[in-house]
C-alpha cells in the first residue's frame, strides 16, 4: 500500500518562500502521477499543482501560476511544492497525492493516495 507523508510547513511571512515535501514508499514512486492540493478553513480542497511519473509536465492553477514549482525527484521517491511570493491567500492544510500511471493529473477523484497534510499558514 502507498504511503504519503508531507513535512516542511510552517509559518512564512507574506512575500517569503517556503518549500513542502511529500515522501513516498510502498510501491514504485516513478510509476505513479503526484499532485498538491489544500484546503483553507470554509473552503473546499481545491487543486494547486500536478506533475506526471516523468517531468517536466505539471500543471497549476492559476493563481499560483509564476509563483510555485512542483518537482520530484525519483531517486528520492519525493515530490516537492516551492512556493514564493507567499501571499495571505496561501494559508491552507497542504496535502500531497500519488495515482498510478505516468500522465499527470488534475481531478481529485482520479488520485488513489493521500497524505495527512501539512500546515502552512502566511501572516503580515
Known amino acids: 500500500q502507498v504511503q504519503l507523508v508531507e513535512s516542511g510547513g510552517g509559518l512564512v511571512q507574506a512575500g517569503g518562500s517556503l518549500r513542502v515535501s511529500c515522501a513516498f514508499s510502498?510501491?514504485?514512486?516513478?510509476?505513479?502521477?503526484m499532485g498538491w492540493f489544500r484546503q483553507a478553513p470554509g473552503k473546499e480542497r481545491e487543486f494547486v499543482a500536478g506533475?506526471?511519473?516523468?517531468?517536466?509536465?505539471?500543471a497549476y492553477r492559476d493563481t499560483v501560476k509564476g509563483r510555485f514549482t512542483i518537482s520530484r525527484d525519483n531517486d528520492k521517491s519525493t515530490v516537492y511544492l516551492q512556493m514564493s511570493n507567499l501571499k495571505l491567500e496561501d494559508t491552507a492544510v497542504y496535502y500531497c497525492a500519488a495515482g498510478y500511471g505516468s500522465r499527470l493529473i488534475v481531478r481529485s477523484d482520479q488520485y488513489e493516495y493521500w497524505g495527512q497534510g501539512t500546515q502552512v499558514t502566511v501572516d503580515s
Open positions: 510502498g510501491r514504485t514512486f516513478s510509476s505513479y502521477a
Open positions: 506533475i506526471g511519473g516523468s517531468a517536466p509536465f505539471t
